[in-house]
């Protein structure tokens, strides 16, 4: 076992043995020594000597602890080699065993390493490695490749340095070039600042995945919002591992979507608005025009004033119901009612505009259907597919056909007019979707939008049965009970 033991300690290449539970050295050779400027660190840890690679060391340990051997090839170390406060960096090839014991766990590791820093050059760039810079310089991703353990840059393509505006030279850390101290700083998308630990490149190098993290690096010159991805690669027989950055520049998009989203955002107070002011206006406009219809009832100039009133009022109403759902959302209020008493007290409500439209409405099927909805969202529904159906309907019939499925209900309205294409019928459910022009017919694509919405928030379902001049049947299933 001496013998063993002064082999190791003399040979030509750096012997280091670890013991198993605690990774202390045990045995560090002469040539090790020599490394580290002369120190002897048995007895140590070598995480504790050189916390720079603390987390890259507890990795290698990991694997070997699991009984496997970890291999590096060419592996660059920027470290206070010598404890006298000067960095360098130096490339390793080293190779990792473990022992194992009587009970196959590992009782001790040893590595052998040996220093190739002359053979790959003072500038740490072999013939592989200048392709490989070449290549990335091509691409025009922005790439960033770092030390394993450190995160210390090793090299940055021409399109990372295009995208930083500053040098990143290699050795130096991403804290350091891209630091406060420069006006640099990195956010999430929420503003809260990422500390230099958990930025993509420090992530990596602890051997994470880092897949799509959205960071703001702020910069003196604006705001970039950068989506980014990081793993270690490991290394061949002729090149080292690498943890491997790239950015995606998403700031024109997010941008674009800011500018949609305060658009959209002022869209909807104007309509709000409208609707509000239009509101007290039309009430007037319908009380007249009723009673003149009232006085003369033949009156064609009086009717089309008040299908208009009527048209205008259903807008009104569609817009404040779209903007209570967009603020607020769909909230039942279940309450035990029928089904068909609710429906006929819509279709007796809607009873002009139907006479308006002349499309008679009848009701037709289960006479009872008791259960528990919210009246006021049925009757929304209900209005929407009634005043779609006289509006399409072409001055033909319209059917409310009640149904009772035992344990859901189902409520279907029909018209003989213009009907469909099958190409369009999932796309009227979709806010704003319109599947006739808006010269022909008016309307802001909201009615089907707020009546699906309206349904899924009941537990329900609504579907169109169509096909184009044969009409629509637009069906609602409800569950017999919707409660809270």
């Not at 592996?75 to 390793?92: A, C, I, N, V």
């Not at 796309?427 to 089907?448: K, W």
Request: aromatic fraction near 6%; charge should be negative.
């Amino acid at each position: 076992m001496d013998e063993l033991r002064e082999l190791l300690l003399n040979a030509p290449v750096i012997v280091v043995v670890y013991e198993g539970k605690d990774a202390r050295i045990e045995l560090f050779s002469h040539l090790a020594r020599a490394a580290v400027g002369g120190r002897d660190l048995t007895g140590r840890r070598l995480d504790d000597e050189f916390p720079e690679i603390a987390d890259y060391f507890r990795h290698i340990m990991e694997t070997v602890k699991a009984g496997r051997p970890f291999v590096g090839v060419n592996e660059p170390f920027t470290l206070d080699w010598t404890g006298q406060g000067k960095p360098e960096t130096r490339y390793l090839s080293f190779y990792y065993q473990p022992v194992l014991g009587d009970h196959g766990t590992v009782k001790r590791s040893i590595l052998f390493a040996v220093d190739v820093t002359t053979l790959v050059g003072p500038s740490g760039v072999t013939a592989d490695l200048a392709w490989l810079y070449a290549t990335l310089d091509c691409v025009p991703i922005p790439i960033v490749l770092a030390e394993p353990g450190t995160a210390r840059i090793a090299y940055a393509n021409t399109a990372a340095r295009d995208l930083s505006r500053v040098e990143l030279p290699a050795g130096a850390t991403f804290a350091q070039v891209v630091g406060t101290d420069v006006g640099f700083r990195c956010t999430d998308p929420s503003g809260a600042t990422i500390d230099e630990h958990d930025l993509p490149a420090a992530r990596a190098a602890r051997g994470e995945v880092v897949d799509g993290m959205e960071i703001r690096f702020h910069t003196p010159r604006g705001v970039l919002s950068l989506v980014c991805f990081a793993e270690t690669v490991p290394g061949t027989p002729t090149l080292p591992s690498f943890v491997v950055l790239s950015f995606f520049d998403v700031t024109v998009l997010r941008r674009a979507e800011r500018e949609i989203e305060e658009a959209r955002a002022g869209r909807e107070v104007f309509m709000t608005l409208v609707a509000h002011e239009l509101r007290t206006p039309l009430t007037a406009l319908k009380l007249h025009t009723g009673a003149l219809l009232r006085k003369s009832p033949g009156s064609d100039g009086v009717a089309a004033i008040a299908r208009s009133a009527a048209r205008m009022e259903d807008l009104v109403e569609t817009m404040l119901q779209d903007q209570e759902i967009q603020a607020f959302g769909v909230e039942p209020r279940p309450e035990e009612l029928d089904l068909c008493e609710v429906a006929e007290g819509v279709i007796q409500d809607l009873r002009a505009e139907a006479e308006l439209a002349r499309c008679p409405v009848s009701r037709v099927g289960a006479r009872e259907l008791r259960g528990s909805w919210d009246r006021e969202l049925v009757e929304r529904v209900l209005r929407h597919l009634l005043r779609n159906a006289f509006r399409f309907g072409g001055g033909g019939p319209v059917c409310v056909a009640c149904t009772d499925l035992v344990e859901r209900v189902a409520i279907a309205v029909s018209d003989h007019g213009i009907g469909i294409h099958p190409r369009d019928q999932e796309r009227i459910f979709d806010r704003y979707g319109r599947a006739v022009s808006c010269r022909n017919f008016g309307g802001l694509g909201l009615g089907l939008w707020i009546a699906r919405t309206t349904v899924q928030a009941m537990g329900g379902s609504i579907a169109v049965q169509s096909s184009p001049g044969k009409g629509a049947v637009f069906t609602i299933e409800l569950p017999r009970s919707h409660l809270k």
